[in-house]
């Protein structure tokens, strides 16, 4: 009697933990087809723990920003599953996901993305009044707040021009966390911005995640961004190579430079002692 062996079944991805913010399953995202297609990201599995700093590095081409714009709901996946705060929001149709993202998520671009003819206070609510939300009392007490912690308070009835680079990225990470959402992302937030601006901008993310409980998603390709981070994604070629808790500057680095076989990733050789 002739016997058929089939192949073993992959092993299902484990469920999301409790825990996280956002969690991807099996998440691939593909551009083109044939050979001239682009794997862009490979059967990603990754949780983002809920109340941390969260950064994502890579060198270029490695996946990190398609990671973000498919875990944001701005790009669609080929495969795989994203949850965020509860809800598999892979496969909504626009309208839903469009409300979905407004009052789930904020974000924080390397552009500021301001209304040059709105005061800092308005820039800060228009997303709140474009979805229709009231602004009540519990709204201003939570604006308050974040205007404190951001040092913006003598700034709200500006307009953007009359305000620093890094005052306007002050605005725009305002703008992000007075909804409360349950997950920013923040891509390459201080790319426009100076180095002592840029170390400001990033202990600002920062103390919204440890003094507002808010969660941080950042891109960035930077070593010194990444240093204000609570945990470390490392990506390569679409795969998630680390995830580090609370790194120093020298295992991001050994991270970055492992994750890469021609050690490019940081655009210097790999030398002795590197993975």
């Not at 682009?38 to 969260?54: I, N, S, W, Y």
């Not at 149709?93 to 469009?98: N, Q, S, V």
């Not at 009044?129 to 500006?158: F, K, N, P, Q, T």
């Amino acid at each position: 009697m002739n016997q058929t062996t089939s192949a073993r079944p992959s092993p299902p991805s484990p469920s999301p933990a409790p825990e996280a913010a956002a969690a991807a399953r099996g998440l691939s995202r593909t551009y083109g087809s044939g050979p001239t297609a682009v794997h862009a990201l490979h059967e990603v599995d990754l949780d983002l723990p809920r109340g941390r700093f969260t950064a994502v590095m890579g060198r270029s081409g490695s996946g990190k920003s398609t990671l973000m714009h498919c875990l944001a709901g701005l790009d669609q996946p080929s495969a795989g599953t994203v949850t965020i705060a509860g809800t598999t929001i892979t496969g909504l149709g626009d309208d839903d996901l469009t409300r979905f993202r407004r009052d789930h998520l904020g974000f924080v671009f390397q552009a500021f993305n301001l209304l040059p003819m709105l005061t800092a206070r308005q820039n800060v609510l228009l997303p709140l009044e474009l979805g229709g939300r009231r602004i009540d009392r519990e709204v201003r007490a939570r604006l308050d707040h974040v205007v404190e912690v951001l040092d913006l308070v003598d700034r709200l009835d500006h307009r953007p021009g009359e305000l620093s680079g890094g005052q306007q990225q002050r605005v725009a990470i305002a703008r992000a966390l007075v909804s409360e959402p349950d997950l920013v992302f923040a891509d390459e937030p201080t790319g426009n911005l100076d180095s002592e601006t840029s170390a400001e901008v990033l202990g600002l993310l920062r103390r919204g995640v440890h003094e507002l409980g808010q969660t941080v998603v950042m891109v960035t390709h930077e070593l010194e961004a990444a240093a204000h981070a609570d945990d470390v994604v490392v990506l390569a070629d679409g795969r998630v190579r680390e995830h580090l808790t609370s790194p120093d500057a020298e295992t991001v680095t050994q991270a970055l430079l492992g994750s890469a076989l021609d050690g490019s990733a940081l655009g210097v050789p790999v030398g002795g002692g590197t993975r």
